[in-house]
């Protein structure tokens, strides 16, 4: 069975950082990325990155976050520096088999 665990969310100040952690099992996944969603607001990407390493950002969040992954460890990451308010949301991970599969996601909260 395909499950994705997200961890590392939490409560940090402005111009803080964290680093989200995604442990994927059951499956190879040629893609796997980062998505974020704010209460009233859709969900939107982040940032995704091939199993080959080929990475795609937000432009919202080029310069400040850095997503990588860990094929042997089948695990991805994102390293989120200054961190600003309208960063907070709820951080979901995604992967591609090609199939669809999500994480139940986890808090970031970015506050003074």
């Known amino acids: 069975q395909v499950q994705l665990v997200e961890s590392g969310g939490g409560l940090v100040q402005p111009g803080g950082s964290l680093r989200l952690s995604c442990a994927a099992s059951?499956?190879?996944?040629?893609?796997m990325g980062w998505y974020r969603q704010a209460p009233g607001k859709q969900r939107e990407l982040v940032a995704t990155?091939?199993?080959?390493?080929?990475?795609n950002y937000a432009d919202a969040v080029k310069g400040r976050f850095t997503i990588s992954r860990d094929n042997a460890k089948n695990t991805v990451y994102l390293q989120m520096n200054s961190l600003k308010p309208e960063d907070t949301a709820v951080y979901y991970c995604?992967?591609?088999?090609?199939?669809?599969?999500w994480g139940q996601g986890t808090q970031v909260t970015v506050s003074s």
């Open positions: 990155i091939t199993r080959g390493g080929n990475i």
């Open positions: 995604n992967a591609k088999v090609p199939t669809l599969y």
């Open positions: 059951g499956s190879i996944f040629y893609i």
